[in-house]
């Protein structure tokens, strides 16, 4: 008997608005997504990949169908309940960093677990780990104004897998990034995925990031349209500069 996905869609719709003024953002979507996958989701503006992934966050409650996570019925869940498993099980990188202006990385990392009631201890000891995964060891005292941004990237990240969560669901995590810094931190979600399991969902819009999924899903208006397999899957630190051009 084949396992059962860690998340499956089966004719999930999303609708906003009543009436002559409703909008349905997804159209019936079904898809499983297997444990410690690295996923890409991909489409034009308008297709309903944003929503689906809102959907698969808990952030979004769809109108219809059915969203099971290990089993369980998501759709069937209060707000409150919707906000523990999140909680519990989801990490979140954003295209902004957002990150608090006038506090330190440590902090900032630590912020997940102050919610869940995590003693100060633990909480240092956790944000710490998270900080040295991403490479920020040493950084933990300075603040984001002293930071790159692909730095800020990296602390948004160890700020999202300090919970250790199942799933990490990143949206346009490059999207603030020039290309060096773009694939230093696909790099760093490949690591995470293949070496801490971690199942990543990522929405973006560059076929080049997407290059280092294990599985391409692209949306057109509010349905999967495809969802290939990636044979040949960027692996982390294959990505080699351009030459400087001569100048003359």
């Avoid at 900032?108 to 102050?114: D, R």
């Avoid at 990636?230 to 990505?239: D, F, H, I, T």
Wanted: glycine share 10%; proline share 6%; hydrophobic share 40%.
């Amino acid at each position: 008997m084949s396992e059962m996905p860690l998340i499956r869609l089966r004719g999930v719709t999303k609708r906003y608005g009543d009436g002559s003024t409703a909008f349905l953002a997804l159209k019936g979507v079904d898809l499983d997504i297997q444990r410690g996958e690295f996923v890409a989701i991909m489409g034009p503006s308008g297709s309903g990949k944003s929503t689906a992934m809102n959907t698969l966050g808990c952030l979004d409650r769809p109108t219809g169908g059915q969203y099971l996570f290990m089993g369980a019925h998501v759709e069937t869940l209060t707000r409150d309940e919707r906000a523990r498993l999140r909680r519990r099980f989801f990490g979140f990188v954003f295209q902004g960093f957002n990150l608090l202006a006038r506090t330190s990385a440590q902090e900032n990392v630590e912020l997940p677990l102050l919610y869940r009631g995590e003693s100060a201890a633990a909480r240092r000891v956790a944000a710490a780990k998270a900080l040295a995964s991403v490479g920020l060891k040493g950084w933990e005292h300075h603040t984001p104004a002293e930071l790159s941004g692909g730095q800020q990237q990296r602390v948004a990240i160890a700020r999202a897998i300090v919970t250790e969560p199942s799933v990490l669901l990143a949206d346009e995590p490059t999207g603030n990034l020039d290309t060096q810094r773009s694939h230093e931190i696909m790099d760093l979600l490949s690591r995470l995925n293949s070496e801490q399991g971690i199942t990543v969902l990522m929405v973006t819009h560059e076929p080049d990031m997407a290059a280092y999924a294990q599985r391409i899903v692209r949306f057109v208006d509010g349905l999967v349209s495809t969802d290939t397999r990636n044979a040949q899957p960027l692996l982390p630190g294959s990505y080699q500069p351009p030459p400087p051009m001569e100048v003359r």
